[in-house]
């Protein structure tokens, strides 16, 4: 199964961008990147998600290199509420729906 | 919408007994699944179901059963509960084809289950 590499955590200041590294490698061409994010006791909740071109919602940014071995999850101005654990996910053709979880990156966010 | 909705909150057992975790969802979602999530670590699923009537099993799936008899329910049963089941579990639910804007997964608050 693809498989996709994060840091363990970053910090950030509130206020400033943070950008979020994803490897991931071994991805095939029609795998889509999702990212989810899990705040303190409350289950995952869907952040964005990108095939090859760069994604922007109301709650961040994806960007995606060209050879789609990485990508960085962008946060453009962090809040102390966007402290949390960050997954970096591919969802794999023919895997249906299922996500595959790894340990995340925590991110803490300081004054 | 009450979104995904999961119940009990909180539960202890002894080794041995059985219980089943409910989760409903009132956004008619065709695919359900349900996670544990061990400390420290990332989401495994489970078992999972891609309409009523039909379940599946996920990466960790011996210990639970699943059925699913209407689109809204997903029960998750415990069979005779182990201190390895000690768990936060967290079910989800989304549409079937994600694609064309529906590529978001619902996930519950979670039900944090003490086995002793």
């Known amino acids: 199964d693809a498989k996709t590499t994060q840091p363990n955590s970053m910090e950030s200041n509130e206020e400033e961008p943070v950008h979020l590294p994803c490897n991931h490698s071994t991805i095939s061409g029609t795998d889509y990147i999702h990212w989810y994010r899990q705040l303190p006791s409350q289950g995952p909740e869907y952040v964005i998600h990108g095939l090859t071109s760069n994604v922007n919602n109301r709650m961040a940014s994806l960007a995606i290199a060209e050879d789609r071995k990485s990508s960085t999850l962008i946060l453009h101005r962090a809040t102390l509420r966007d402290a949390a654990v960050y997954y970096c996910i591919l969802r794999v053709t023919g895997g249906g729906n299922k996500l595959t979880f790894g340990t995340g990156t925590q991110l803490k966010v300081e004054l | 919408n009450a979104g995904v909705t999961q119940t009990p909150k909180f539960q202890v057992l002894k080794t041995g007994q059985s219980m089943t975790l409910q989760c409903a969802q009132d956004m008619n979602h065709e695919y359900m699944s349900w996670y544990r999530q061990d400390p420290g670590m990332g989401l495994r699923l489970i078992h999972y179901s891609v309409g009523a009537g039909i379940t599946d099993q996920g990466e960790v799936p011996n210990g639970y059963n699943v059925s699913r008899s209407t689109t809204e329910d997903f029960p998750l049963r415990l069979l005779s509960a182990a201190p390895s089941q000690t768990s936060v579990y967290f079910c989800?639910?989304?549409?079937?084809?994600?694609?064309?804007?529906?590529?978001?997964?619902?996930f519950g608050p979670g039900t944090r289950l003490t086995v002793l």
């Open positions: 989800a639910s989304s549409y079937r084809r994600l694609a064309g804007g529906r590529d978001e997964q619902f």
